[in-house]
Structures are given as structure tokens and as C-alpha cells.
């Protein structure tokens, strides 16, 4: 089944504390993009990537870190989470853009005390 | 400056046709997406238009003008299960997508 995988689904955690938020696809899509959704603000790209060692920042890059070694995974890092990135995250893959739907992952929703 | 505009909030009932409007400022646009998302689920594609005109699929169209910036999604025969939040979202260059806050529609019985 095509399919773009998150973990974890659900994290609280603390101030400082790094973590990372795991994202694979198995459709073999070149793009690949991080979004966060909050209420009253709607999805906002992070990162993204076009294709193996190839990033770029979105519209809300700051606190945030990526990596794309592997065609099929986009890791999303935290190096020291604060509570306004408290929010629901969410992966996104497709074949390339221009054009292209994006298929999203189940979300992971992340609360920094 | 990168905007999307789409009403917060609608109500129509069951059986009835409803139209979502999205207005946009976008630089070196490249196509308008809509997506579907269920409370508590991700997104999933509906439609894409980068040519002004009507793209029709079963109950849903999306319409585009390039030239207002304009947008609209339309939905028919609503059914309870179309009770969502409808998101819209511009394509900037070839990598870049920014989206609207989304519309959330109730549909009454």
C-alpha cells in the first residue's frame, strides 16, 4: 500500500530535549516536505526537499533541522525544542511537484512543556 | 507578499450545492491545489488547476482565474460525509506551497 509513515504519532516531551520526528514514503517520490498546522494559521512548510541531498527552508524554518540521505526518508530533527513548536506536524511526499498531489502522513502531534 | 484568503467558516445542508472561494497573491505561481481533511486526519488531494477554466471530477469542480487571482471549489449533492475543513493552496516556483487557514464545512441534515 502506498503510504507516507510518521513516528512518533504523539510526543510530550520537554524544553531542550532533542528529538527527531521520522518520515517514509515507499512511492520512491523525489519531493518530499515537513509542515506544521496550527489552529487559525493553517499548514506552513517547514522544509523541504527536492530530491537526495537536495533541501531547501520553507516559511518557518527556525528551530528546525533536516536531512535527506535516503530517497525514502525525511527526517524532521529538533535540536532544542521550545513550547511554540508545540503543534501538529505533518509529512508530505510526491513525485516531483509542478503539479503533483501530495500525499500527507498521519500527522504527529508534538507538545513541548 | 504571499497570501491565501478562504473563508473560515460555512454551513449548507444536505443534497445542496456549496461553493468555497479562495482569493490568492502569489509569487511565480504555478498552479492552485484544494485538499479534503477530516478532523483529526491528513489532508488528501481533491484537485489541481493551473489553467483558468473548470476541472470537473464526479461531485467536485474546482474553477481557477489566473487573471483575479480567484479560485473556487464546488461541491454538489453534499452529503454528511463532506462535512470537513477544505484547504486551499498555491504553488510558488516548482517547490514552494503556501495554503489558506481552510474553510470548515458543516453539513446539515
Known amino acids: 500500500e502506498a503510504q507516507v509513515t510518521q513516528n512518533p504519532r504523539y510526543l510530550i516531551t520537554v524544553t531542550g530535549k532533542k528529538l527527531t520526528v521520522t518520515c517514509s514514503q515507499n512511492?520512491?517520490?523525489?519531493?518530499m516536505s515537513w509542515y506544521r498546522q496550527d489552529p487559525g494559521l493553517g499548514l506552513r512548510q517547514i522544509y523541504y526537499s527536492m530530491n537526495v541531498e537536495v533541501t531547501d527552508k520553507g516559511d518557518v524554518p527556525e528551530g528546525y533541522k533536516v536531512s535527506r540521505k535516503e530517497k525514502r526518508n525525511f527526517p524532521l530533527i529538533l535540536e532544542s525544542p521550545s513550547p511554540n513548536q508545540t503543534s501538529l506536524y505533518f509529512c508530505?511526499?510526491?513525485?516531483?511537484?509542478?503539479?503533483?498531489?501530495?500525499?500527507f502522513g498521519d500527522g504527529t502531534r508534538l507538545s513541548i512543556l | 507578499g504571499q497570501n491565501i484568503d478562504q473563508p473560515t467558516e460555512m454551513t449548507a445542508t444536505e443534497g445542496a450545492i456549496v461553493q468555497i472561494n479562495c482569493t490568492y497573491q502569489?509569487?511565480?505561481?504555478?498552479?492552485l491545489f484544494w485538499y479534503q481533511q477530516h478532523a483529526g486526519e491528513a489532508p488528501t488531494f481533491l484537485s489541481y488547476?493551473?489553467?483558468?477554466g473548470l476541472e470537473e471530477k464526479g461531485r467536485f469542480s474546482s474553477f481557477l482565474s489566473r487573471s483575479k487571482g480567484y479560485s473556487y471549489l464546488l461541491l454538489k449533492e453534499l452529503q454528511m460525509k463532506d462535512s470537513a475543513s477544505y484547504l486551499c493552496a498555491a504553488l510558488s516556483g516548482t517547490y514552494k506551497y503556501i495554503f489558506g487557514t481552510g474553510t470548515r464545512l458543516k453539513v446539515l441534515a
Open positions: 508530505a511526499s510526491s513525485s516531483q511537484t509542478g503539479g503533483r498531489p501530495q500525499h
Open positions: 502569489t509569487s511565480g505561481f504555478n498552479g
Open positions: 512511492m520512491n517520490h523525489e519531493y
Open positions: 488547476n493551473v489553467l483558468d
